[in-house]
Structures are given as C-alpha cells and as structure tokens.
Nanobody, 114 residues
Framework: VQLQASGGGLVQAGGSLRLSCEAS????????MGWYRQAPGKQREMVAV???????HYANSVKGRFTISKDNAKNTMYLQMNSLKPEDTAVYYC?????????WGQGTQVTVSS
C-alpha cells in the first residue's frame, strides 16, 4: 500500500485547509485510516482516525474543528481543518493500519501563522 498526502500549506490563524490522502489500492473497506502530525521537537500524535465502517475518533485538541472523511470509490481520505491555530503547525501524515500492518504517507506541511 502506498499513500500520497497533499493539501498542506501556509494559512493564517482562523483559516481552513483540506488535506487529502490517496491510496494506491482499494483499502478503505478493510483498513483503519488516520491522520497524524508531528511538530518540531515533539512526538508524532494522532489527530483523527476513521475505521473501515466509518466510525471516527478525534484528538481532544481538534474536536469540533477538524473532520475526517473518506471516499471509498476514489481511494481518498480527507481531513477538513477549520479554525486553524498556530499550535496546529506540523507535518501531517496519513496512515493505514490493519492487523499489525502499517503504511505511512510522506507527510505534508501545515503552517498556521498568528
């Protein structure tokens, strides 16, 4: 499985961005997918995950601001990020997990200016 993340960029605080993660094969029906982020000097952390049957879970820091979704027909997962804050600045990675098998995308930089 190969994952390609895109959509990062520079945005002012309060703005919005939408990240996309395209998978090389049709996996969304059988993998748990997720977005993670890593800020400079910090550990990688979970942002949001979506299960194969569409259940979602968010980090407390992004609840109410970010929305994870997927389009199985397009093999693409999204992260809609609204009301962005400077502390959301990080490299965002998409992830696919199933029964111990893990795949990571290459990361996309999100920078939120104050």
């Amino acid at each position: 499985v190969q994952l390609q993340a895109s959509g990062g960029g520079l945005v002012q605080a309060g703005g919005s961005l939408r990240l996309s993660c395209e998978a090389s094969t049709s996996i969304f029906n059988s993998y748990r997918m997720g977005w993670y982020r890593q800020a400079p000097g910090k550990q990688r952390e979970m942002v949001a995950v979506i299960t194969s049957d569409g259940g979602t879970h968010y980090a407390n820091s992004v609840k109410g601001r970010f929305t994870i979704s997927k389009d199985n027909a397009k093999n693409t997962m999204y992260l809609q990020m609204n009301s962005l804050k400077p502390e959301d600045t990080a490299v965002y990675y998409c992830n696919a997990y199933r029964s111990g098998a893990v795949a990571w995308g290459q990361g996309t930089q999100v920078t939120v200016s104050s």
